[in-house]
T-cell receptor
Framework: KAGVTQTPRYLIKTRGQQVTLSCSPISGHRSVSWYQQTPGQGLQFLFEYFSETQRNKGNFPGRFSGRQFSNSRSEMNVSTLELGDSALYLC????????????FGPGTRLTVT | KNEVEQSPQNLTAQEGEFITINCSYSVGISALHWLQQHPGGGIVSLFMLSSGKKKHGRLIATINIQEKHSSLHITASHPRDSAVYICAVLSYNTDKLIFGTGTRLQVFP
């Protein structure tokens, strides 16, 4: 089975722009979670989607949003980018919600200048 | 105080040594994950456990729910074990994963 894929792998954006990141889960996995990793804050939970519905959300401003499609692929969007949004964004897929083992993608490294 | 604390933050070992990484947490949990992150960012799930002990090859993970503590042991360490090891707990109340800050392990030949 192919693993979790994320596109793009690297991205450079300017403050004020918006960005969309994509995540394709392992075939058969219905849950996709998104995480932000920064040197200062470490790994933080962004949101979790299951069957096209957002099931859980972390403590991030409304500029961070996401969605999941009927084929379980997920996108996350960050609007009005700030310098502090520079981070590694990871997605993980699992068979079900929360309690199931998570399989991580390679991440998208976003740099905001 | 962080809800998930790991120790040590950094660890250096000689090849072949027995290694222990500790994780303490202050919230009620449904499960605890041990993750491995290599340079470049990729994260691999090593264990998910809610009680007792699990073993996979040279890696052993234990959890004591009453003491809110988990340990990850690596037997006969090898340079390829060099990575950041991250403990994450699934909060019982919020169903969100809360991560520790990680332990950076370097194993020298």
């Amino acid at each position: 089975k192919a693993g979790v894929t994320q596109t793009p792998r690297y991205l450079i954006k300017t403050r004020g722009q918006q960005v969309t990141l994509s995540c394709s889960p392992i075939s058969g996995h219905r849950s996709v979670s998104w995480y932000q990793q920064t040197p200062g804050q470490g790994l933080q939970f962004l949101f979790e989607y299951f069957s096209e519905t957002q099931r859980n959300k972390g403590n991030f401003p409304g500029r961070f949003s996401g969605r999941q499609f009927s084929n379980s692929r997920s996108e996350m969007n960050v609007s009005t980018l700030e310098l502090g949004d520079s981070a590694l964004y990871l997605c993980a897929s699992s068979l079900g919600l929360s309690y199931y083992e998570q399989y991580f993608g390679p991440g998208t490294r976003l740099t905001v200048t | 105080k962080n809800e998930v604390e790991q120790s040590p933050q950094n660890l250096t070992a000689q090849e072949g040594e027995f290694i222990t990484i500790n994780c303490s947490y202050s919230v009620g949990i449904s499960a605890l994950h041990w993750l491995q992150q290599h340079p470049g960012g990729g994260i691999v799930s090593l264990f998910m456990l809610s009680s007792g002990k699990k073993k996979h090859g040279r890696l052993i993970a234990t959890i004591n729910i009453q003491e809110k503590h988990s340990s990850l042991h690596i037997t006969a360490s090898h340079p390829r074990d060099s990575a950041v090891y991250i403990c994450a707990v699934l909060s019982y109340n919020t169903d969100k994963l809360i991560f520790g800050t990680g332990t950076r392990l370097q194993v020298f030949p």
